[in-house]
């Protein structure tokens, strides 16, 4: 059996002012970085979990928080892989927005699609990202706005190639993420349809531990609070 162990990044200064985020690289607060902490303590106590490797995104508060669960859990040697591929998803045009706002703005059934439907594309940027982060990669894949499904479809590569294929040999990974990054993968993890994707959550720092045989399917779940 092998483990896979997925966590959200702690609070960011966003998630606190209930803005919109995606691509925009913001900060931990305080209260961020102490959820960081106690969830490698959390994970400090899984039994039997010997990562081999760490992957997250190249935004500021997840690698903060890999860091911090790193250092608590002794796993500063470990290699760690920051991906774009793990980014949270591109909210386009709504990126620094209110969410609450929004709602006012274009009605909340439609804020709700956006939000949490699987295929709804929120409006998108005007004009491609420009950031030294993405210089190396290829500009044609880079998004300015994305659906839930277009996000899973940028992940899975990496899953696949540099996630599952170790886990395939028996060694325990390590995610720290983003809510709708996680999402995406947990829908592909958990066979969720594209209804009842709709429901799932995934709350800052708190680790979703996945037990696996040989094949890759899921034997157990627990979530650490």
């Known amino acids: 059996m092998v483990k896979l162990v997925l966590v959200r990044h702690g609070e960011s200064i966003a998630n606190a002012a209930n803005v919109y985020t995606g ?23 899984i039994p039997d979990f010997y990562p081999t490797h760490i992957h997250t995104s190249v935004l500021s508060r997840a690698i903060v928080t890999a860091n911090i669960v790193a250092d608590v859990c002794h796993f500063l040697y470990l290699p760690m ?20 706002i929004s709602r006012k703005v274009f009605g909340a059934e439609q804020v709700l699609e956006w939000r949490r439907g699987f295929d709804s594309v929120p409006p998108k940027q005007g004009s491609p990202i420009v950031d030294r982060r993405y210089q190396l ?20 590569p990496y899953y696949h190639d540099e996630i599952a294929s170790r886990l395939m040999m ?3 990974q390590l995610v720290v993420a983003h809510g709708s990054s996680l999402r995406a993968l947990i829908k592909k993890l958990e066979e969720i349809n594209d209804h009842d994707i709709v429901k799932l959550e995934v709350p800052n720092a708190e680790p979703i531990i996945y037990t696996m045989d040989e094949q890759l399917n899921i034997i157990d779940k627990k979530i650490l609070h």
């Open 81 to 100: 892989t920051k991906t774009w591929r793990l980014n949270e998803r591109h909210y386009g045009a709504l990126r620094g927005l209110n969410k609450d």
């Open 23 to 45: 691509w925009n690289d913001v900060p931990l607060t305080e209260k961020g970085k102490a959820q960081a902490q106690k969830a490698g303590e959390l994970i400090k106590q």
């Open 137 to 156: 990669c290829d500009q044609h894949l880079m998004p300015r706005a994305e659906s839930l499904h277009q996000t899973q479809l940028r992940l899975l």
């Open 170 to 172: 028996q060694e325990d």
